[in-house]
C-alpha cells in the first residue's frame, strides 16, 4: 500500500474509495481507509510520506479526526511547502484541532484553495474568498476574527450569510473585518442584525471603500441603523450592487437613500429595495438620487406599498435608464430558506403602482427589459388590456410574472403580443400559499379554454411556467393535451389546482413526456392514493429532477408505496417536499428507503406526517445519508413528546450544513434533549414548538 502511493501527488480519503485519483486501489479491500490507517499505524508514516514526495492537492471528506491526528495533520501541513489545494469538507475536528490548523494555514505561501465547508476557489497563493457557517468551520468568534485579520489586504471576499450572527458578535466580527481594505464583496444577509448593528456597518463602510457588492438583505435594520450605514458610505464609490431587502426601512429612510446615490455612487448596478414598506413618501424623497443611477440594470421595489400616484414619477425615472433589464414592482418572493418564516410578509405591502397606465406604457416600450414582475398589482381586466395596448414590437422581454392580478382568459389572450417570453408565471405558487390577502386577486382561467390558449401563452417554447391556482383540475377541463406540447419546460408549478386522481392520471403521458424537467411542483392537489399510480407512472420518466414538491397530497402509505421505487431513481434531487401525505408509520420504511438515495438534497420537508416514533426510529438511518442537507422540516411528527426524535442524533451530527431545523411538536421536549439537539446541530436555527 506504501510503495503504491510514492507516485501520488493528489490525495482523496472518502468513504468507499468512490472518488480516488492518481492512483488505484480496490474499494473492497478498504470499506474506510482512514479507520485503516488508524488501526493499522501508519497514519504518521503515510503523512510523513506526503511531505518527502511534496503533496500538492489533500483532501479528507466527513471524518472525525482527534486532537492528536488533527495536531499530525498540522505539523504535516506546516511541512507541505507546495501544498496548493486542501479539502477538510465534513470532517468533525474540535476548536483546539481546528485552531491549531486555522494558524497553519493562515501562514502558507502556496496554498490557494481551501474547503472546510463551501469556501470558494482561492487564486494567486492567497486566501481571496471565504464562505461557511461559523459554528460548523469550528471556530471561535476569536479565532475567525483572527484569521480574517492574518489575511489582511489579500482577502477580497467574505459570504457569511445565514449565520444567525447577531448583534453582539458581529461588533466583535467588525473588529477584525475592519483591517480587509481591499474586501469587494461582503455578504450579511440573514444575520439578525438589528438598528444597533448600523453603526458597525457604517464604521467598516468607511474602511471598505472598494468594496462593489454589499448584501445585507433580511435584516432588520430600520430606519435609525440605516441612518448610521449611510454616514459611513459616503466615501463608497465603486459599489455596483447593493441589496436591501427586508429591513424594515419604512417611509422616512427615503431621504437617505437619495443621500447615498447623490454622493457619486453612479456605478451602481443593482438596487434592491423590496419589502421595506417605503410607501409613496418615501419613493418621492428617493426619487432624487434614483434619477443619477443612469447605468442601472436592475431595479427592485416590490412589496413597499407604492400606489397608483406614484406611477408617474417612476415613470420618468425610467426613461432616464437606458439599460434597465431586471426590474420588480411586484411582489417579494423570499429565498426558499426563509419561506415559512413570519419575519417578513410581503403580502402586507403589495404595491399598486402598476396601475397607473403611464408608468405601463414606459415598461412597454423598454427595448432592454428581459424581466418583468408586476404580480399583486390588482391590474385587472380593463387596466391589461390598455397596458398591453402599449407593447413596443422591439420588446425584448423573456420572463413575465402577472399572477395574482385579477385578470381572465380573455385576458391572457393578449399575451400573444409578446412573443419572446420564455417564463410566465400566472399563479401564487412562487409566491407562496400563506397569504390569504391576495385570494381574491388570483387569476382566473377557464379551464376548458386551455388548449385554445396554448399559443398566447407561448407554452411551446417556455422553459418556466407557473400555473398554480388556476382551478386546471375542473371538469370539462383539456389542460392535459395543452401539455404535450410543454416540450422544453425545465420549471413547472401546477400547485393548487385541485387536479385529483382523474387529472393526475390523463396528465401522467405528456408530464413523462418533458425529459427536461427539473423542477415540479404538484402540492394541493388532492391527489390521494389513487393518484398515486399516476404520478409513479410520469415520475418513471422523470429521474434527472432536482426539485419536487408534493406536498399536502394525502397520499398515505399506499401512496408512498406506489411512487417510492420511481423515488429512488431521483438521485439528483435537491429539494424535495412530502409534506402533510399521512404517510403514518406503516410508510415510513418506504420514505426512507426513498430519501436514503437522495444523497444530494439541500432541503427536505417531511412535516405533518405523523410517523411517530416507530416511523422516527425507522427513517434515521436513512437520514445519515444526507450530509449535505442545509434544512429540514420535521415538524408534526410525533402525537407525544418528541423526545424520540434522539435517534436522529447521529444523523444531525453528520449534516455539517446544516442552519435551518424544525421539530415543532404538540409537546415541549425535555431540556436534556434539547441540549443534545443543539449539541449534534450547533449552526442550525431550531424551532421546538
Known amino acids: 500500500f506504501m510503495k503504491g502511493l510514492q507516485h501520488c501527488t493528489s490525495l482523496v480519503m472518502l468513504n468507499g474509495w468512490s472518488d480516488y485519483r492518481n492512483f488505484s486501489l480496490n474499494p473492497a479491500d478498504f470499506s474506510d481507509v482512514w479507520d485503516t490507517l488508524k488501526s493499522n499505524k501508519i497514519l504518521e508514516a503515510l503523512m510523513s510520506l506526503l511531505i518527502v514526495k511534496g503533496c500538492r492537492s489533500l483532501t479528507i471528506r466527513s471524518k472525525d479526526i482527534s486532537d492528536t491526528e488533527a495536531d499530525l495533520l498540522s505539523q504535516t501541513l506546516s511541512e507541505l511547502k507546495c501544498l496548493t489545494s486542501l479539502d477538510l469538507r465534513g470532517c468533525s475536528i474540535n476548536q483546539v484541532g481546528w485552531e491549531q490548523i486555522v494558524c497553519v494555514i493562515t501562514q502558507s505561501t502556496s496554498l ?74 461582503l455578504d450579511l444577509s440573514h444575520n439578525q442584525l438589528s438598528c444597533k448593528s448600523g453603526s458597525v ?68 448596478k443593482e438596487l434592491l429595495l423590496g419589502l421595506n414598506n ?13 434619477r443619477l443611477l443612469c447605468e442601472l440594470t436592475t431595479l427592485d421595489l416590490s412589496s413597499n406599498k407604492l400606489s397608483i400616484s406614484s406611477g408617474s ?19 417579494t418572493e423570499l429565498p426558499r430558506s426563509c419561506k415559512d418564516s413570519s419575519q417578513w410578509n410581503p403580502f402586507d405591502c403589495n404595491n399598486t403602482i402598476v396601475q397607473a397606465q403611464e408608468l405601463a406604457a414606459v415598461i412597454f416600450s423598454l427595448e432592454t427589459l428581459l424581466v418583468l414582475d408586476i404580480s399583486g398589482n390588482k391590474i385587472g381586466s380593463e387596466c391589461f388590456t390598455d397596458i398591453l395596448a402599449s407593447v413596443n414590437e422591439q420588446l425584448s422581454l423573456e420572463s413575465l410574472d402577472i399572477s395574482c392580478n385579477s385578470l381572465k382568459t380573455g385576458d391572457l389572450a393578449q399575451l400573444s403580443r409578446l412573443s419572446k ?107 390521494g392514493g389513487s393518484g398515486a399510480k ?26 408512498m408505496l406506489e411512487i417510492s421505487a420511481a423515488l429512488q431513481s431521483m438521485t439528483r434531487m435537491k429539494h424535495f417536499n412530502i409534506s402533510s401525505n399521512n404517510i403514518s408509520i406503516a410508510g415510513s420504511t418506504v420514505l426512507g428507503s426513498a430519501i436514503s438515495r437522495m444523497a444530494n438534497l ?8 405523523w410517523l411517530q416514533q416507530v416511523g422516527v426510529t425507522q427513517i434515521a438511518a436513512s437520514l445519515k445519508s444526507l450530509v449535505q442537507l442545509q434544512h429540514l ?33 404538540v409537546r415541549e421536549y425535555s431540556s436534556h434533549t434539547k441540549d443534545q439537539i443543539s449539541l449534534a446541530a450547533p449552526s442550525a436555527r431550531i424551532i421546538w414548538k
Open 112 to 185: 490557494n484553495e481551501l474547503n472546510t465547508w463551501n469556501f470558494c476557489p482561492l487564486r494567486d497563493g492567497t486566501i481571496k474568498e471565504l464562505k461557511g457557517p461559523l459554528e460548523r468551520l469550528g471556530l471561535r468568534l476569536g479565532v475567525f476574527k483572527e484569521m480574517i485579520c492574518r489575511s489582511g489586504d489579500c482577502l477580497t471576499k467574505i459570504d457569511l450569510s445565514f449565520n444567525q450572527i447577531g448583534d453582539n458578535k458581529f461588533a466583535t466580527l467588525a473588529m477584525g473585518m475592519s483591517q480587509l481594505v481591499n474586501l469587494t464583496l
Open 201 to 268: 456597518l457604517g464604521k467598516l463602510m468607511e474602511k471598505m471603500q472598494n468594496i462593489t457588492s454589499l448584501i445585507i438583505g433580511f435584516n432588520n435594520l430600520g430606519h435609525s441603523g440605516f441612518e448610521a450605514l449611510v454616514q459611513g458610505m459616503r466615501a463608497t464609490k465603486e459599489l455596483k450592487r447593493l441589496d436591501l431587502r427586508g429591513n424594515n426601512l419604512g417611509h422616512l429612510s427615503g431621504s437617505g437613500l437619495a443621500e447615498l446615490f447623490s454622493g457619486g455612487m453612479v456605478k451602481l
Open 278 to 290: 417605503l410607501e409613496d413618501n418615501g419613493f418621492a424623497t428617493l426619487a432624487g438620487g434614483l
Open 313 to 331: 414619477l417612476l415613470a420618468d425615472i425610467l426613461k432616464g435608464m437606458p439599460a434597465i433589464r431586471n426590474l420588480f414592482l411586484g411582489i
Open 421 to 527: 417570453i420564455r417564463s410566465l408565471l400566472l399563479g401564487r405558487g412562487s409566491k407562496g400559499f400563506s397569504a390569504e390577502t391576495i385570494t381574491e386577486s388570483l387569476n382566473i382561467i377557464e379551464a376548458r379554454h386551455f388548449f385554445e390558449l396554448r399559443d398566447s401563452l407561448h407554452i411551446a417554447d417556455a422553459t418556466h411556467l407557473d400555473l398554480s391556482s388556476l382551478e386546471l383540475g375542473t371538469p370539462g377541463s383539456n389542460f392535459a393535451e395543452a401539455m404535450f406540447f410543454m416540450k422544453n419546460v425545465v420549471k413547472l408549478d401546477l400547485s393548487g389546482n385541485n387536479l385529483g386522481p382523474d387529472s393526475i392520471s390523463s396528465i401522467s403521458q405528456p408530464l413523462g413526456r418533458m425529459v427536461r424537467l427539473e423542477e415540479l411542483d404538484l402540492s394541493f392537489n388532492k391527489i
Open 534 to 559: 399516476g404520478l409513479a407512472e410520469a415520475f418513471g420518466f422523470l429521474q434527472d429532477m432536482t426539485s419536487l414538491n408534493i406536498g399536502d397530497n394525502d397520499l398515505g402509505p399506499a401512496g
Open 602 to 609: 439541500l432541503s427536505l420537508n417531511i412535516s405533518n406526517n
Open 633 to 665: 422540516n420535521a415538524r408534526h411528527n410525533f402525537a407525544c413528546s418528541g423526545d424520540c426524535v434522539k435517534e436522529w442524533l447521529p444523523a444531525l451530527q453528520s449534516m455539517q450544513f446544516l442552519t435551518m431545523l424544525d421539530l415543532g411538536a
